[in-house]
Every structure is written in C-alpha cells, then in structure tokens.
C-alpha cells in the first residue's frame, strides 16, 4: 500500500510570511507525529496525535507552530510568520494503533527555507 | 528529559570492514530501542528495534544491535559492510508511557569506500 506523503517537498518563503505542510499517513494508521530535522542535527519530536485525544504538544518550539488532525487522516503543520531558524526538514510519521515498540513510518519531508 | 548520543559523528569504512555504532541513552524508566536508516535520497526506514526479550536484535540486511541495560546502550554492528550501506544512521528511544514520541541521537554518517 501508499506509504507516508508530505507535500509540497520544497518550499522556499520569506521571513514573516505563514507556511502550510501537509501530511498523509498511511490508511488506519491512528498515529501521527511530526519531527523537524535541522542541518547537521537529529530529529526533533514537535507534536503527536492519537485517535481523537487531545494532541501532544509537548515538541513545539513555539507559539507560532501550530498543528490539526481531521480524524485519522491528514494533518497540517502551520508556522506563523516564519523566521530563518525555521529552516529544516519537516517529516512526518504514522504508526498503527497498537503498541509504542510498532515501528512508525517515515514521509518523504518537506524541506522549508526561510530567506 | 530523554536524551540520545551517538557517538561518532562521521565514520568512514572501506568495504568488509566491520562495523560499530555507538548509541547511549538517558532515561530511568522502560524503553524500546530503534536503529533507523536514510540512504542517499531516501526517506527514514527501520533497521531494527528492541523492545522485550532477546538483547541481541537482528535487522535488515545483516546488521545486529545488542541492548545493553547496565550501561544504557544500543550499540549497531555489521560484521562485513559494503558499499551500499553508505547512509546515515540514527539512533532513537521511546518510552513506553509517552505515547510512541521518537527521540533521536544526532546521527552517524557511514561512507564505505569501494
């Protein structure tokens, strides 16, 4: 079946404009997470949703990302009025409903450039 | 907080060289262990994970971790790499009350010389 799709794959913005990406898990996969990848550094955990809870928020660097989830479909991460250390890839990851050791799938990313 | 190391930034390998990845983390309570892996132009795939039971955990395309309580590792190996294993290699632990939320080592990017 599909796997994980993240568009756009690029986007190029300037500082204080607002970006949207987008993220399809996989069909009946609960689970959605999203992560930000910083040149030269690891994966950052920002925000997780599961079923309808109320999302984890814990990984937002601010008060200008922001992020939804319609059901178990498709989320949206919004930055406001990016800034140049928004700069990173945004992946996305979905994992089925079942334990916390099942893997989580990868999206191909967004890259976002902030000039 | 949860953190990750790794230990090697960089490593550069020539092809049947044996492999080891150095992974330390920090956390008091009960984990589940990932090795994840990014080819060249690729996105994130598993390698491998822990989670209960046998330490020594066994991947794709023979690579092995071995889970180490006592000193909080998840060391990666391969005992003979080629060239196609150039990618790079990333460490992660999640807590079994938190959710499923991955935190990640900075990586390790392998270079296999043909």
């Known amino acids: 079946g599909a796997g994980v799709s993240q568009s756009p794959s690029n986007k190029v913005t300037e500082k204080g404009k607002d970006v949207e990406l987008r993220c399809d898990p996989i069909?009946?996969?609960?689970?959605l997470y999203w992560y930000r990848q910083r040149l030269g550094q690891g994966l950052e955990f920002l925000i997780y949703?599961?079923?309808?809870?109320?999302?984890?928020k814990s990984g937002l660097p601010s008060d200008r990302f922001s992020a939804e989830r319609t059901g178990e479909s498709v989320s949206t991460l919004t930055i406001q009025r990016t800034q140049q250390e928004d700069s990173a890839v945004y992946l996305c990851a979905s994992r089925s409903n079942r334990t916390s050791s099942d893997t989580q799938y990868f999206g191909p990313g967004t890259r976002l450039t902030v000039l | 907080a949860q953190s990750v190391s790794q230990h090697n930034h960089h490593v550069i390998l020539s092809e049947a060289a044996s492999l080891e990845l150095g992974c330390n983390y920090s956390?008091?309570?009960?984990?589940?262990l990932f090795w994840y892996v990014q080819y060249p132009g690729q996105h994130l795939q598993l390698l491998l994970k822990y989670f209960s039971g046998d330490p020594l955990v066994k991947g794709i395309k023979g690579f092995e971790a071995e889970f180490i309580k006592s000193k909080f590792s998840f060391n990666l190996r391969k005992p003979s790499v080629q060239w196609s294993d150039t990618a790079e290699y990333f460490c992660?632990?999640?807590?079994?009350?938190?959710?499923?939320?991955?935190?990640f080592g900075q990586g390790t990017e392998l270079s296999v010389k043909p």
């Open positions: 949703f599961q079923g309808n809870s109320a999302p984890d």
């Open positions: 069909s009946g996969h609960t689970a």
């Open positions: 992660a632990v999640n807590a079994r009350n938190q959710g499923g939320k991955l935190i």
């Open positions: 956390y008091g309570g009960t984990v589940n």
